[in-house]
């Protein structure tokens, strides 16, 4: 294996400004601020100081015995070839990317949430047999504020930048209401456009950040050209060699603006809006499913709290507050008139990733109902706190991770008022452990058999295997390896492929002894091909995606 490589930080970007929002949030609050003794917008000053890293693992990639899931990333970049146990398929020609938080320190200051840390995109490359990786931390104005000041200069989270006196407080809170210290850390997935644009992505919609998936450079901001503003939008947009569908919720006049982007433009085109039926807020819409002719827009109990927004120190639910007496419904919007078709009542619900969707038929092909499959938490929002660092980091062999399954929606589009949410299987094929999803994406938005995500080998305090659903047999399959936390589960399809699960499942492994790896699963039989070993552990990462070699990622080494 090639020997570990350090590299000397980057020259900084320019930074990239976006255009103050003008609607959906922006300026409700702006003509709140002109009548209020508030009088500018904080800003934040950029002073040169290095960030501490945290070491993980050895060189050699024999771990450290301490896991490194839940640690630092131990340098800012790295790139090599990486050792191969097993036999990697001639035809995985691409590169997976792969993004999350991983930097959760700022020198001494320690974040408490691993929604926090700041963005480590990661780097898998396969060709005729052989591995290549490198990580790189994403170049937001925030991480870069952070490394210069060393201090969080940014809303994280959980993290809130700390102010002298109260004169700073009102001026911090200003920031907040235009939107200027809300974090741009795009630390949660990571998508190429149709036109092979890739992005990194997170709730807000400044953190919206252009990459380079040769050299993970941060090339710049992703500038939204259209007049839609808002602060936040959904994390997971549905993206399609054609289009880019997206969420945006307005927390002044409760509902979500549904809205397109064409491949090859930055113009974000409503298609139409939801109103909430409940609660003094949208709901939370980390992601929302689709099916062929429709856009599903969920509304959880779990809503957007600018109360919990405004506090210096978090809630048990962070920005959110739950109000289950306000009702959860599931709205369906058809693609191509805007139009709402159904919106039904439903058993609360918490969840963080909708799996896919599809239009159940009657004999003549019209549509009767939409079924819709997420990883759901049982209605507990206790997740959200569960994922504190310091909980992950505890090692008490307690069986504390709460249940989840698929759930399964069945929305009628008859006019019923009422909708179902039921088990899709039983929670105990997969340990009671369900999130970090993939399907085989020629099936998104149809009716599928096969899905993939992490569950749970109990006792554990975080889902700790992989697993196959098969919705059709009711059974699964799970890959478990002691100690180790793996990452989501992504589906490669193989070239000319005719069966739904004929590819491969890439997924990013912590092991037990502090090293990691990238695993490369056999999608049909789910049993291990090969693994590639990376020189040293890598933090706990989020999401990802494949590019293809075809499709903007040159046969080069990043060294």
């Known amino acids: 294996m090639a020997s570990m490589l350090s590299f000397s930080p980057p020259p900084h970007m320019k930074p990239m400004v976006s255009p103050l929002p003008s609607s959906i949030g922006g300026t409700h609050f702006e003509k709140k601020l002109r009548h209020s003794v508030i009088s500018q917008v904080a800003t934040e000053p950029r002073v040169t100081v290095p960030v501490r890293w945290t070491e993980t693992a050895q ?14 990333v131990r340098q800012e970049r790295w790139a ?3 050792s191969v146990e097993g036999k990697i398929p001639l035809w995985l020609d691409g590169t997976y990317l792969r993004n999350g938080p991983g930097q959760w320190n700022i020198d001494q200051h320690h974040f408490r949430h691993l929604f926090d840390g700041y963005a480590t995109l990661v780097r898998v490359s396969f060709n005729k047999g052989r591995v290549s990786a ?40 200003a920031s907040l209401f235009s939107g200027s210290s809300l974090t ?21 919609t400044k953190g919206s950040i252009q990459i380079d998936p040769n050299t993970l450079d941060t090339i710049g901001r ?35 603006i549904v809205a397109r982007m064409e491949s090859g433009s930055n113009e974000r085109k409503v298609i139409g809006r939801v109103n909430c039926r409940g609660g003094p807020a949208p709901g939370w819409v980390h992601s929302f499913p689709v099916t062929e002719n429709y856009v599903i827009v969920p509304e959880m109990p779990l809503r957007y709290c600018v109360q919990n927004l405004l506090r210096a120190e978090p809630t048990p639910l962070y920005k959110f507050e739950w109000h289950p007496e306000s009702g959860s419904y599931m709205h369906v919007m058809c693609k191509a008139s805007g139009k709402i078709v159904a919106s039904v009542e439903v058993p609360p619900f918490v969840t963080f990733h909708f799996i896919n969707a599809y239009e159940e038929k009657d004999e003549q092909g019209r549509a009767t109902a939409i079924i819709a499959d997420c990883c759901e938490h049982n209605g507990d929002a206790s997740i959200l706190d569960l994922l504190r660092l310091k909980n992950l980091r505890s090692s008490t062999g307690l069986d504390v991770l709460p249940d989840a399954r698929v759930g399964r929606f069945r929305i009628p589009l008859d006019g019923y008022p009422i909708g179902e949410l039921d088990a899709a299987l039983d929670p105990e094929e997969h340990g009671r452990g369900m999130d970090m999803c993939s399907i ?17 080998r109990r006792p554990c305090n975080f889902p700790n295997t992989l697993t196959k659903i098969d919705l059709l047999t009711k059974r699964a399959k799970n890959w478990h390896e002691d100690g180790a936390v793996p990452s989501e589960p992504f589906f490669v399809s193989r070239p000319g492929a005719t069966r739904e699960d004929d590819g ?24 291990e091909i090969a693994r590639a070993k990376f020189p040293y552990g890598l933090p706990y990462g989020l999401h990802g995606c494949w590019v293809p070699t075809s499709k903007g990622v040159e046969k080069t080494s990043m060294l």
Do not use: M
């Open 59 to 72: 060189p050699d990639g024999t771990g450290t015995g301490q896991i490194s899931a839940w640690t630092s």
């Open 80 to 82: 090599g070839e990486l």
């Open 134 to 173: 490198g990580h790189r931390q994403v170049e937001s104005d925030a991480y870069k504020a952070a490394r210069k000041n060393r201090r969080l200069c940014f809303r994280e989270f959980s993290e809130t930048p700390k102010t002298n006196n109260f004169l700073s407080y009102v001026s911090e809170l």
């Open 184 to 204: 741009d850390n795009a630390n949660t997935g990571v998508i190429q456009l149709g036109d092979g644009r890739v992005l990194c992505l997170t709730e807000t």
């Open 222 to 256: 992703f500038q939204y050209t259209d007049s839609l503003g808002g602060f936040i939008h959904s994390a997971h947009p549905i993206v399609t060699e054609s289009e880019f569908l997206t969420l945006l919720p307005d927390l002044v006049r409760p509902g979500y």
């Open 440 to 456: 085989n994406p020629a099936y998104l938005g149809k009716k599928y058999r096969y899905a993939y995500a992490c569950g749970a």
């Open 504 to 527: 491969v499942l890439i997924s990013i492994v912590s092991a037990k002894n502090g090293g990691g790896y990238a695993l490369v699963l056999d999608a049909s039989s789910f049993k």
